[in-house]
């Protein structure tokens, strides 16, 4: 709980600049009736605030934040430095960002930065500097909130001033040459380096650039980005400590690939996420506990706080279909049951102009007489009901382990099979897991997993040595590992582990592969078990040769037939069980019950399909949250008896959970 709210955050963003300031006190009075606890201001304001070089106009904004002050709502203050202003870049155009295919972008968006430019981080240091000295003791701050949303819409720049830092950042990486040669391969196709001023960034080739090179500079991009939080981080600890700082991360796979945040979840005071639902025709409430279950894991277990979400629908999707009555407030518990202290938007008003006029907003066009309004008011006093919970941890059953470096090497070019999809993996195996009715943490292949007794492993091409040695460890030590295929491949730089593969994985799965066989578009293969049991895999198979491992399912036909293509290795005092085709999230329950049962997780048959049942312990006690995403209503044991805090219900033993709503109890364990 951020310490200067006291309660759940409950608001969004706020842009009283886009308004007449007659307007604000309408405003003010709208958030006091919706019970709004907190809003994010100022994040797009540099032009504002600063609108010639080194000169100030804070007038404005001193206003809003006296307002909200006096008002009891609280402020996450932004500095403004993903839209720096026309005039900066009329001075430095060098600033704009250029595209591998050497295209410089233009003004007229966001986020159009060079994260190298020299112009830029002074300019930022800059206004973050004025803001802190002038807002870092007004009592409304509650949280720093840096840029916005860094990674998107573009983050590596391939202009000189990127190169020349790319070069910098690789001499501190390798030290030599001769160390650099040997980390990215480059005697094969001869591109060999004698000298540092030849090695530029992985620019558009005739064919396939070389792919340790183009792991590295995405490694660089997001430590760069992440070296400019810093800078503005510090000086806000400097000027106005006390206050956390924080920047909104995009955590779902859904929404962000360039960022490692396993490493920006160690550099903010406190982690932040935006979320949005993706319209692609998946269990959208999946994809959203998923987003909120790896927020939390990046957040280290603590509790984190959604900084942004839809009332409604989007607006930047080929189709925005509204979110349907009663939809916003599952959303934002569920976010809440998986760790969230709060639930905030984008944004309070909703804008007439700009890019996101028709993105959907707290206050809409429509006013307060309307459906999006009136779920508004009842959420805030809902979330108000549920004040006694922050603080509190969200309770996993499970892990999935998950690396972003290793779905960058896998994403590059020329792998035994392009439809091989690190993200897709991560998404089945995940809501296998999560309609057995686990919740899970993720954590990074090299973390403490002693305290998971079923680690789920659904993609980790890129996997170091200090990886298998962890996951070896953790099965000899008792614990149950699922590893799904073309894990353990490569390490560090995407160079294959010496020896057959799953090379850092092989002695944990006692196994080796001896060949992969993709599969064509549309080919199947059958697996069977020795009880003749059938399960249908598609895009991938696998010569297996066992090492210690005892098939489970066989290929029943396919170019691996009568091969193992389901095993499992028993290995100290746990077992390691290995998937080497593509199951469908319905045929990896088979796999993953199985797994479960040498895990000693017990089936929750109790529980019905699409509800929810999320548990977060603290000093106050235990809460369950019940999430009803069906059209039936839902009976849970839920043990106790007692009353429902959103509600004020009483219930002795079983909870009856309305169609499409959420219930939340206090229990004594």
């Not at 759940?8 to 706020?14: C, E, I």
């Not at 020299?118 to 802190?132: H, K, N, S």
């Not at 530029?200 to 995405?218: S, W, Y």
């Amino acid at each position: 709980m951020l310490s200067r709210v006291g309660r759940l955050a409950y608001g969004g963003d706020y842009n009283p600049e886009q308004w007449p300031e007659e307007v604000w006190q309408e405003d003010v009075r709208l958030m006091r009736e919706a019970g709004v606890t907190v809003v994010s201001v100022g994040i797009f304001s540099w032009a504002l605030l600063e609108p010639e070089p080194g000169v100030y106009d804070f007038g404005w904004l001193d206003r809003v934040i006296e307002l909200l002050h006096v008002n009891g709502i609280r402020v996450d203050l932004g500095t403004p430095t993903v839209v720096p202003p026309a005039w900066f870049y009329a001075a430095h155009p060098e600033a704009l960002p250029v595209s591998r295919e050497g295209v410089r972008y233009g003004f007229g968006s966001r986020g159009a930065i060079c994260h190298s430019s020299a112009a830029y981080r002074r300019a930022a240091a800059g206004i973050t500097e004025q803001l802190a000295r002038r807002y870092g003791s007004h009592p409304a701050v509650a949280l720093w909130h840096v840029h916005n949303e860094y990674g998107v819409p573009v983050s590596a720049c391939y202009c000189d001033a990127s190169v020349a830092e790319f070069r910098q950042w690789l001499q501190i990486r390798y030290g030599t040459l001769g160390a650099l040669n040997e980390a990215w391969g480059t005697a094969f196709w001869g591109q060999r380096y004698t000298d540092w001023a030849h090695i530029d960034a992985p620019r558009i080739t005739p064919t396939v650039a070389n792919p340790a090179q183009q792991l590295d500079f995405t490694r660089f991009t997001d430590e760069t980005i992440r070296g400019n939080f810093i800078a503005e981080r510090d000086i806000l600890h400097r000027l106005a400590p006390g206050i956390p700082v924080t920047t909104n991360f995009m955590t779902a796979l859904s929404q962000c690939d360039s960022m490692d945040y396993w490493a920006w979840g160690k550099a903010v005071d406190v982690v932040t996420n935006d979320h949005y639902l993706i319209t692609d025709g998946r269990r959208t409430h999946v994809n959203l506990a998923m987003a909120a279950d790896l927020t939390r894991s990046v957040a280290g277990g603590d509790p984190w706080l959604l900084l942004e979400h839809s009332p409604s629908g989007i607006n930047w999707q080929r189709r925005n279909p509204v979110k349907r009555p009663g939809e916003m407030a599952r959303n934002s518990l569920g976010h809440v049951a998986r760790g969230s202290d709060g639930a905030m938007f984008f944004q309070w008003r909703q804008s007439r102009y700009g890019a996101e006029k028709f993105h959907s907003a707290m206050l809409p066009h429509a006013g307060t007489d309307s459906r999006v309004w009136r779920e508004v008011v009842r959420l805030g006093a809902d979330i108000g009901a549920l004040t006694e919970i922050a603080g509190s941890r969200t309770v996993a059953d499970a892990a999935v382990l998950w690396d972003w470096q290793s779905w960058w090497a896998q994403k590059l070019e020329w792998r035994p099979s392009q439809d091989n999809d690190a993200r897709e993996r991560a998404d089945s195996f995940y809501e296998t897991l999560y309609d057995r009715h686990l919740t899970v943490d993720f954590a990074h292949p090299e973390a403490d997993l002693s305290a998971y007794p079923l680690v789920v492993v659904p993609a980790l091409y890129l996997a170091t040595e200090a990886a298998g040695r962890n996951l070896r460890s953790y099965v000899e030590g008792g614990g149950t590992l699922v590893v799904s295929y073309f894990s353990g491949i490569v390490d560090e730089h995407d160079t294959v582990h010496p020896g057959p593969v799953p090379g850092a994985l092989r002695d944990v799965l006692g196994l080796t592969v001896e060949e992969f066989a993709p599969l064509l578009d549309g080919e199947r293969v059958r697996i069977e078990a020795a009880d003749g049991s059938e399960l249908a895999g598609d895009l991938w198979a696998e010569f297996v040769e066992l090492n210690g491992a005892e098939p489970v399912w066989t290929y029943a036909d396919g170019p691996a037939a009568g091969r193992p293509a389901v095993t499992r290795h028993e290995l100290g005092q746990g077992t390691a069980w290995y998937v080497s085709t593509r199951l469908g999230a319905a045929e990896l329950d088979a796999v993953i019950a199985a797994a479960a049962g040498d895990a000693g997780i017990a089936p929750r048959d109790d529980l019905p399909r699409d509800v929810e049942v999320v548990r977060r312990t603290g000093e106050h006690g235990s809460y369950v949250f019940v999430i009803n995403h069906t059209g039936t209503e839902a009976k849970v044991p839920v043990g106790a008896s007692g009353t429902e805090l959103i509600t004020g219900e009483r219930f002795a033993g079983v909870l009856a959970v309305p169609p499409g709503a959420v219930r939340v109890v206090g229990t004594d364990s």
